[in-house]
């Protein structure tokens, strides 16, 4: 009886999982501005790190990619604050459980929102671009995940204006996590969406969403755990 509990116990530790980040889009114009295979030896305890990268001068961060090396892809990986459209963004890495390790690939593009494609200046409303933001899980696997939350947020077009709107959400179970987050923008228009706060591996996501000056946007949020 002994023997079944530990094999078990042994399995449940062992179920692959993937918690890779891709968030944003490195276009054409995007700046690689970090770029580290971040690796912890197995220890007694759960290892852990932060990973804080700024983007430099007048860039913001267009995308976040992290992606775990090991074959059985359980490392544990979340963005804990920062993003992309934010000058800035923390990364927490985790080991699965005691006595494992982990190794993740990070990278981190930039670009400076004030220029186009010919790298002249732009005024500050006039960079086009449309971020669909895709974190996380967002697919059942094997009953694994499910959609917890779905709003569609929209706002109409205002001469000069900028529309700006947050979206928030907290699973009404303080145990449960936040496995995977989509923000899709349905017109593939100018809306800059972002993850503020929260996010995988909370119980809880504030979501931004902000328009191009003298444009409207139609966003879809859906939440996953």
């Known amino acids: 009886m002994t023997k079944l509990v530990l094999i078990f116990t042994f399995a449940l530790i062992t179920i692959a999982k993937s918690n890779d980040i891709k968030v944003g889009f490195a276009s054409a114009q995007s700046r690689r501005i970090y770029s580290e295979i971040k690796q912890a030896?197995?220890?007694l305890w759960k290892r852990t790190d932060d990973?804080?990268?700024q983007a430099p001068q007048n860039e913001i961060i267009?995308?976040?990619y992290v992606t775990d090396l090991r074959d059985d892809k359980d490392g544990e990986a979340f963005i804990e604050s920062g993003g992309v459209g934010m000058k800035s963004v923390t990364i927490g890495l985790k080991s699965p459980t005691i006595l494992r390790g982990y190794k993740f690939e990070v990278e981190v593009y930039g670009n400076d929102p004030n220029l186009n494609g010919n790298g002249r200046y732009l005024s500050k409303g006039g960079y086009q671009h449309c971020k669909t933001v895709i974190v996380g899980q967002t697919s059942d696997y094997n009953g694994q995940v499910r959609k917890v939350f779905e709003k569609n947020i929209e706002a109409t077009a205002i001469?000069?204006?900028k529309r700006e709107e947050e979206?928030?959400?907290e699973y009404p179970q303080g145990d449960q996590r936040i496995k995977g987050i989509a923000i899709k923008d349905l017109e593939?228009?100018?809306a800059e969406p972002s993850i503020n706060r929260g996010g995988l591996g909370f119980n809880f996501v504030n979501v931004k969403v902000k328009s191009a000056r003298g444009s409207g946007y139609k966003i879809l949020v859906e939440v996953y755990a």
Do not use: K, T
Request: zero cysteines.
């Open 41 to 43: 030896d197995p220890a």
């Open 51 to 53: 990973v804080v990268i």
């Open 62 to 64: 267009s995308a976040v």
């Open 159 to 161: 001469p000069f204006i």
């Open 167 to 169: 979206i928030y959400f």
């Open 188 to 190: 593939g228009g100018e």
